[in-house]
């Protein structure tokens, strides 16, 4: 287990460190499911991109539903993807799940929250489990192909549906295609064409199945593409306009409105962030479905 010990700054407010250690970031990069596992800095409000199961890893922290300001305190939430929420008492260790874009994860999430909060969901009955996995990975430190393994035998297996999860093959084809063209600005009506659709059906099907409009979807994937480019050896403002964004200004603006923080916060801190990528190739869920 981490060992955190409290202190009190001049205001008197509670911050957790690792004893005897400076706290660092780790962030998994994998083909369809990111992991990060840190300090989260100036979260605040945010509408992720991504479905995400969010865990705090040494107390409650509190998450509100914009929409329906529904305010709920918990040590697990599962947000579905362009669900605009707030989160409160965030200066902590906190892992961050971000799921797969199809819905296969989400749909399987989703039955083992035992609380809905407008459309967060919070409360795992795995909570407890899941809460030492991802302790267990971020004290180990644990390579991308270890890390992964340890949540295909641990998390995600843990309540799969009796009937399978299938998603339109259509949408994982457009999904593909981002992924294989990161910096090219791929028009919805090529895309549209590339999946026999108009570009009105594609934009309807895509939010229906990704929760989140095509645009969008694409900025997401590109601050993927940033991260990786900075595994590499990138500065984040090289790494960002090769991933495609125009400038640093729009890439801070993509990053603060999905993720809820400035890239600063974490990307600038480079000697505390371990970035990996790899070790989900043979998974099945990195497959399309029929």
Known sequence: MLQFYKINNKNNDARYMILNEMPYSLLYLWRLRTLYIGEMFELATQTPAASALLLALEKPFGIRDSRTAEFVQTRSALVPAGVRICVEDADQILACCYLDPL???????ATSMTRAHGLIRVDSENEQQQLQVCTDLYQARAPAADA?????QTIFP???????????ARIAQVVELFRQNPVSNLSNQLLAQ???????????????VTGIPVRRYRLWHRLFVTASLMM????????????????????NHAFRGILGMKPSSIFLRRQNIIIQTGGDELDPATTDSD
């Open 103 to 109: 819905g296969r994860d989400l749909a399987v999430f």
């Open 148 to 152: 992964y393994a340890t949540l295909m």
């Open 158 to 168: 843990q309540h799969q549906p009796t009937a399978p999860i299938t998603v339109d």
């Open 194 to 208: 590339q999946v026999g659709l108009s570009e009105v059906q594609l934009q309807r099907l895509f939010k229906q």
């Open 232 to 251: 590499l050896g990138k500065t984040l403002t090289d790494a960002a306009i090769e991933a495609g964004f125009s400038d640093s200004s729009h890439f």
